[in-house]
C-alpha cells in the first residue's frame, strides 16, 4: 500500500505498477522525463499519449493560440452564451464532414460525446413521436467509461463489474475477414424482423481502438451504413480515436463513403492538447429537439462546455492542417508501417500484422503453454527500458504515433520492437526446453 503518491492512476494496478515517470516537458513524437541524476531522459511517444496528439506535443502554434486566449477569455457558460473560438471552430468543422453534418454539440471527452449522441438518438425517436428504444453495436466496441458508453461497449474484463447495471445492446458479431457476409445478414435479419425497434447502430468505423486495432474493410462499413438508411436507423460513427487523419483519411467514414447521422470526435480534435468532445448532429435530429415546447430541450451539458481554451486550441489544430503538410506526413508513416509490415509478417511469432493510415498493428502468437498471458506488460517494460513507450493490448501490439514522428525514431520503434519479439522467443523456447527436461 505504501506508495510516494496519493494519486489513483488510470488502467493502473496500483499493487503491481511501479511508480509513475513524471514527465517534465514533451516535444514533437517525445516526452522528456528526469531520471534519478536529474539527467533528461527521452522517451519516444509511440501511442501518441493514448491516441490523442496528432501533430505533435506542444505544437508551438496551438501553445501560441492557447495563450493568447488565455489572455482574453478562459471559460465562460455555454448556455445563453458563446464565443468567437467556438463559433470560429463550429464553422471549420462542419466544413471538413459530410455537409449532412450541420450542428455541433461540444462536450469534454469521448465519453461524454458518445452520451450526447446516444441521448440524442433516443430523443430522436421519442420526440417525433416513434419511440425506438434498441441500441446495436459491434462486437468488441469500446466506447469510453460512462454507462451509456459502457452498455453501447463490449462486455469484458474492463465493465464486468458494473454489467447488471448496463442497459441492454444487442452486439453483432465483428466482421473478420471472410466472415463479413455473416455479419451484414445477422443485421439484415435483426432489421426485418424488429427493425422499427431499432434507434441506433454504433461503431468505429474501418479501426476498433481498444478491441485490438481490430481492422475492417470500409465495403462492410458502406454496407452496414445503407442498411440503416434503408430501415430509418441511426448511425452513430464514433470516429473518437479513428478521426483526425488517424486512418489516413481527415475521418474514417470518407473511405467507405459514407454520411453517418451523429459522428463523435475528441482525442485529436485539439490536436491532443485539451480535453474536448464534439457530437455532430443532422438537420433532422436536431429539429426533433427544436420546440415551442420546453420540454423537448435537449438536457445535457457538462460544466466545461465549449471551454474556450480547449477551442482555441482545436481552431489552432485545424489550421494547422491547412498550413503544414499533415497528409504527408501521415502518407510518409504509413508507408514506413508497410514496409515494417512486411518484415513483421515473416515472424512466426506474429500472428498478423495490419495497418491503416498511421496505425500499425501485431498480434503475437500466444497459444504457448499460456506462458505469453503476461505479454503485454513484458513488452511494454522492455520497450520503455529502450525509451520507448509502447502499450501493447493484451497480445496485440500496436504503434501509433504523432504524425510528425521522425523517421529515424520510428525506424528505431521497429527495430526495438524485433528485439523484443526476438527475446521473448528465446525465452519461451528456452522455458519449453526446460519443461521438456523435466518431462524426460
Ligand atoms: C478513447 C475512446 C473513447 C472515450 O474517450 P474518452 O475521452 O477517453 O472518454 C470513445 N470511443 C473511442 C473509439 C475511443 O477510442
Given at each position: 500500500m505504501k506508495r510516494a503518491s496519493p494519486i489513483w492512476h488510470p488502467m493502473t494496478q496500483h499493487a503491481l505498477s511501479p511508480e509513475a515517470i513524471p514527465i517534465v516537458r514533451a516535444e514533437g513524437a517525445c516526452l522528456y522525463a528526469r531520471d534519478a541524476r536529474g539527467q533528461e531522459r527521452r522517451i519516444i511517444d509511440g501511442i501518441s499519449s493514448w491516441w490523442v496528439n496528432t501533430h505533435g506535443h506542444c505544437h508551438p502554434s496551438i501553445v501560441e493560440a492557447v495563450q493568447a486566449q488565455a489572455e482574453k477569455l478562459e471559460q465562460v457558460i455555454f448556455a445563453g452564451f458563446t464565443h468567437d473560438p467556438a463559433e470560429k471552430l463550429t464553422r471549420k468543422l462542419l466544413k471538413i464532414v459530410?455537409?449532412?453534418?450541420k450542428y455541433v454539440f461540444y462536450s469534454d471527452s469521448g465519453s461524454t460525446a458518445i452520451e450526447a449522441a446516444l441521448k440524442m438518438a433516443i430523443g430522436y425517436f421519442e420526440h417525433t413521436g416513434k419511440p425506438r428504444r434498441r441500441i446495436v453495436a459491434l462486437e468488441g466496441g469500446y466506447h469510453g467509461d460512462t454507462f451509456g458508453a459502457m452498455s453501447a461497449g463490449s462486455r469484458g474484463v474492463f465493465n464486468a463489474l458494473y454489467e447488471p447495471f448496463l442497459f441492454d445492446v444487442k452486439h453483432l458479431p465483428f466482421p473478420t475477414q471472410g466472415s463479413e457476409q455473416q455479419t451484414i445478414q445477422t443485421f439484415e435479419r435483426w432489421l426485418v424482423k424488429r427493425g422499427s425497434e431499432i434507434a441506433a447502430l454504433i461503431l468505429e468505423p474501418l479501426v476498433q481502438g481498444a478491441a485490438g486495432m481490430r481492422m475492417y474493410s470500409p465495403e462492410t462499413l458502406k454496407a452496414l451504413a445503407d442498411l440503416c438508411k434503408a430501415h430509418g436507423v441511426l448511425l452513430i460513427a464514433d470516429e473518437v480515436m479513428t478521426g483526425f487523419g488517424r486512418t489516413g483519411t481527415m475521418f474514417a467514414c470518407e473511405q467507405a463513403g459514407i454520411a453517418p447521422d451523429l459522428l463523435c470526435l475528441s482525442k485529436g480534435l485539439t490536436g491532443g492538447f485539451l480535453p474536448m468532445g464534439a457530437t455532430l448532429a443532422t438537420e433532422e435530429i436536431y429539429k426533433a429537439f427544436y420546440h415551442q415546447d420546453r420540454s423537448k430541450t435537449f438536457f445535457h451539458s457538462t460544466?466545461?462546455?465549449?471551454?474556450a481554451l480547449a477551442c482555441a486550441a482545436a481552431l489552432a489544430s485545424l489550421e494547422i492542417w491547412e498550413s503544414e503538410p499533415v497528409t504527408e506526413r501521415i502518407e510518409r508513416v504509413e508507408a514506413q508501417h508497410k514496409k515494417a509490415a512486411g518484415w513483421f509478417m515473416a515472424?512466426?511469432?506474429?500472428a498478423g500484422v495490419r495497418v491503416k493510415g498511421s496505425i500499425f498493428a501485431l498480434d503475437v502468437?500466444?497459444?504457448?503453454?499460456?506462458?505469453?498471458?503476461?505479454?503485454g506488460p513484458q513488452i511494454y517494460d522492455f520497450m520503455l527500458d529502450r525509451d520507448v513507450l509502447l502499450r501493447p493490448i493484451g497480445n496485440c501490439v500496436y504503434v501509433l504515433p504523432p504524425y510528425c514522428i521522425e523517421e529515424q525514431d520510428l525506424e528505431y520503434i521497429y527495430a526495438m520492437l524485433w528485439a523484443c519479439l526476438d527475446s521473448l522467443s528465446e525465452q519461451c523456447s528456452r522455458a519449453a526446453a526446460a519443461g521438456q527436461r523435466k518431462v524426460a
Open positions: 459530410d455537409p449532412s453534418l460544466s466545461f462546455t465549449g471551454n515472424r512466426p511469432d506474429v502468437r500466444d497459444d504457448v503453454n499460456g506462458y505469453l498471458s503476461a505479454l
